[in-house]
């Protein structure tokens, strides 16, 4: 599936206030989104910090993590994003 | 109906397989420390525990800072950045945090601070930066240090502020340079403020005055006349008429007062220091005591040539005549006029040649005699000490020296081939007079001149314009002796 037809994700990243690895985690999505699916993202982010209990929706345990809700099935993908590869693939974009 | 319990069943397995899954990968983000933060549960509340350092200390630490300091991670993305960078930058933190730093300063200083924190292992040595901020150019000092942050690693970036410091050093150094200007400058330059009064002088300058210049009244240190043709009264005048907004451009004055020059030029412009009104004016002061001299000297040489030309004028006029009526051949008057003038030309000449101060006897012999004798020949002997004529003797006993070789190559010891002339130049003594003895001897027996033409009245008379001088002309049966006198108030 190229990047044209894919429908439009929608990703919640859970971040701790503003942590190192949070904030990475921001930098690297809001880049990679942008570079690679130009108008086909939706991101919510959610800051754990303010609300814990919203932490059960998806049973997140480690911060920061992201979650592709849609497509379904549901993705997670844990830490900064650094690794751009890894999240391309979790993604559905490579 | 079993089918079903084993569908279920396979699917409780695949979501504990993912859960597990999931445990692991976030046990293992947990270890390599890509996470930093883990939700803890407990009596029915969740909670956010940060891993590593509590970073809300060093922060707090950073927003005491007087410099401008972020906290960035190893990519160069800000972590934090307290009040003072976000105030040279965007007071928005929300725009700010996660940027790289490259994307927040200007290009040159991106690129610089960029290899600042791209030494992971050890400290940089600080760096200079400036960039416009607002509109306007300022300096920081950049240094980075190597920091933890929580469970990552990154650098501490301070900015200092060295604006005003490298202002306060720009201006420093741009007064020195103009002082450096100014007084270097070989011309009075002198500055003065919107009241008059002086705020740089040069040496050149203090040379005008016997008061110390700086701090003192333009006018009262330096009193300059203007002649009335420039239609200034004052220097306030000039320099009210340069902050005007009209700059005044060699203005001739004179300064009665000044131990050193008298005659001055004035040249008065604005100091333009912002782009407000000027802030006082500059004078240059040319020192004129040279050119009014050289005028003065033109001016009198100039009166001199005149008079001196009329004189000469008068002179040709007076041979024309006076030879014409002594010849009795239009031949004999071409050669003999020729002759005179040529004299006369050769004496002028050698004045010319000596500025028209004072020419040498042996000179003047030399020009008027010595073409009438053969190269290296002994027939022609001067002795005693050279003088210095002034002139009007030189042209006259230039005359009389042509009349006595003329007169030798016609009829005296420069006639045959083995007479010949001796010159004495006699010492100066108190006498008001100096003699010079033409002594002719070995030509052929003389007589009288049988007529007395021009040529005699020339030896006799040319000298005459004083009581002491003139020449007495001798027939001695050996050879023509003249003794000239010459004035002593005509030597140098």
């Not at chain 2, 396979?10 to 990968?25: F, G, K, N, W």
């Not at chain 2, 980075?144 to 420093?172: K, Q, Y």
């Not at chain 2, 003895?437 to 314009?465: D, Q």
Request: a negative charge; hydrophobic letters at 40%; charged letters at 25%.
């Amino acid at each position: 599936m190229s990047t044209e037809d894919a429908p439009t994700r929608k990703l919640i990243l859970y971040v701790a206030g503003e942590t190192p690895k949070s904030l990475a985690a921001i930098s690297n999505l809001e880049r990679i989104c942008r570079e690679h699916l130009p108008g086909k993202y939706r991101i919510e982010v959610i800051d754990l910090k303010k609300n814990p209990q919203l932490a059960r929706e998806h049973k997140i345990v480690a911060i920061p993590t992201l979650v592709r809700e849609l497509p379904i099935p549901i993705r997670k993908i844990i830490g900064d994003l650094s690794d751009e590869q890894k999240v391309l693939v979790n993604l559905k974009v490579e | 109906m079993r089918d079903s319990q084993e569908q279920a069943l396979q699917s409780l397995i695949d979501d504990l397989r993912q859960r597990v899954a999931e445990a692991e990968e976030t046990l293992s983000a947990i270890r390599d420390g890509s996470v930093d933060a883990v939700v803890v549960g407990g009596e029915g509340q969740d909670e956010v525990l940060v891993i590593g350092d509590d970073v809300s200390a060093f922060r707090n630490f950073m927003e005491a800072m007087e410099p401008g300091a972020v906290a960035v991670d190893s990519a160069g993305r800000l972590l934090y950045a307290n009040a003072r960078f976000r105030q040279i930058f965007c007071e928005d933190w929300d725009q700010l945090k996660g940027k790289s730093l490259s994307e927040i300063l200007p290009g040159s200083a991106a690129q610089m601070v960029g290899k600042l924190i791209s030494h992971d292992d050890h400290e940089a040595a600080p760096l200079s930066v400036s960039f416009l901020e607002r509109g306007v150019e300022r300096n920081y000092l950049v240094s980075a240090r190597p920091v933890h942050l929580g469970t990552v690693r990154g650098f501490a970036v301070t900015f200092s502020d060295l604006t005003e410091r490298v202002r306060a050093e720009t201006a420093e150094r741009a007064q020195r340079v103009a002082n450096a200007i100014i007084a270097s400058a070989n011309e009075a330059v002198i500055v003065c403020d919107r009241t008059l009064t002086i705020t740089h002088a040069n040496f050149a300058a203090e040379a005008l005055s016997t008061e110390k210049l700086v701090g003192a009244r333009l006018d009262t240190a330096i009193p300059l006349k203007f002649p009335d043709a420039t239609g200034i009264l004052e220097v306030g005048e000039l320099v009210e008429s340069s902050l005007g907004g009209t700059p005044l451009r060699s203005i001739e004055a004179f300064a009665p007062m000044s131990p050193g020059a008298h005659d001055v030029l004035v040249s008065a412009a604005p100091l333009n220091i912002s782009d407000d009104e000027p802030e006082g004016c500059v004078l240059t002061l040319v020192d004129l005591s040279q050119r009014k001299k050289d005028e003065r000297q033109m001016h009198l040489l100039m009166r001199e040539l005149d008079h001196r030309v009329k004189n000469t004028l008068a002179l040709v006029l007076s041979i024309s005549k006076r030879t014409a009526a002594s010849e009795e051949t239009l031949e004999g008057f071409q050669g003999a006029f020729s002759g005179r003038i040529e004299a006369l030309a050769a004496t002028h000449n050698l004045l010319a040649g000596a500025s028209w101060e004072s020419l040498s006897l042996r000179q003047i012999f030399g020009a008027e005699v010595l073409p009438y004798t053969e190269t290296g020949s002994d027939r022609i002997n001067i002795i005693g000490p050279d003088l210095n004529l002034y002139p009007r003797a030189a042209i006259a006993l230039g005359l009389i020296f042509h009349e006595l070789a003329t007169n030798a190559i016609k009829y005296g010891a420069l006639s045959g081939e083995t007479g010949a002339i001796n010159l004495e130049i006699h010492p100066r003594t108190d006498s008001p007079s100096i003699e010079v003895t033409w002594t002719e001897r070995g030509g052929p027996p003389v007589k009288s001149f049988s007529r007395k033409g021009f040529g005699h009245t020339v030896i006799a008379r040319s000298l005459s314009y004083s009581p002491h001088g003139g020449t007495t002309l001798e027939f001695e049966p050996t050879g023509v002796v003249c003794h000239i006198r010459i004035p002593s108030s005509d030597v140098a």
